[in-house]
């Protein structure tokens, strides 16, 4: 057990929905990233919080967007959902504020399929 | 553009064997590089890293080489068991590039027969 947690873990959804994910980081770390797994692709960096602030911004889409909560709880939200936006969402967090420190915790994922 | 490569999609080993996971980069700021392990439905846990001021690092049955002059890292598993099935990521970053990320590659699925 990483100590991040994200729900769901599970969701469908049809094209053009709007869905949110959410993720609790490890207690004590401030830093949230969200990375992005599609069928035969790595895993894709989206965005990182750091104690609530946008720090470094991936390949994102416009439709994508997240937050970072005061209690350091992070959403993703996924908006006007295409077929291709099918895919293992993972969360992971750490006490850093850069990805230079090295080890990142990872959540389970939430798996989103939209059809 | 991948920033990080990993050219082998799968790997195949008995156990006992040695496994050897490559993976190349491109980007001459990264200075730190990481191997994480994905089990199915688990996330990815951290494995071993290395940072650019050394060449080798080991822990235990893993061991990782980087060559800075070919922009190459690999990961050794020596003896391999069959607990050591899973997807390998390779992953790097530049500690001096604020505003920055870990990048990873795509992954080698690494299948230990016993």
């Known amino acids: 057990d990483s100590g991040v947690t994200q729900t769901p873990k599970h969701l469908i959804t049809a094209t053009g929905q709007r869905v949110t994910l959410r993720c609790s980081p490890r207690s004590g770390d401030l830093s949230v990233y969200w990375y992005q797994q599609s069928l035969d692709q790595g895993l894709q960096f989206l965005i990182q919080y750091y104690n609530g602030e946008e720090r470094a911004k991936g390949n994102i889409l416009e439709r994508f967007s997240a937050q970072q909560f005061p209690d350091l709880h992070s959403e993703l939200n996924l908006s006007s959902l295409e077929l291709g936006d099918s895919a293992l969402y993972f969360c992971?967090?750490?006490?850093?504020?850069?990805?230079?420190?090295?080890?990142?915790?990872f959540g389970e994922g939430s798996r989103l399929t939209v059809l | 553009d991948q920033q990080v490569k990993q050219n082998s999609p799968s790997l195949s080993v008995q156990e006992g064997r040695i496994s050897i996971l490559n993976c190349d980069y491109t980007n001459s700021m990264f200075d730190y590089f990481l191997w994480y392990k994905k089990y199915p439905a688990e996330g990815p846990t951290f494995l071993i890293s290395i940072s650019s001021i050394k060449d080798k690092n080991e822990d235990g049955r893993f061991t990782v080489f980087l060559n800075k002059s070919a922009k190459h890292l690999s990961l050794h598993i020596v003896p391999s068991q069959p607990g050591d099935s899973a997807v390998y990521f390779c992953a790097a970053s530049a500690s001096n590039q604020a505003g920055t990320a870990l990048i990873f590659g795509k992954g080698t699925t690494l299948s230990v027969s016993s």
């Open positions: 992971a967090s750490s006490v850093a504020v850069g990805a230079y420190t090295g080890e990142l915790f």
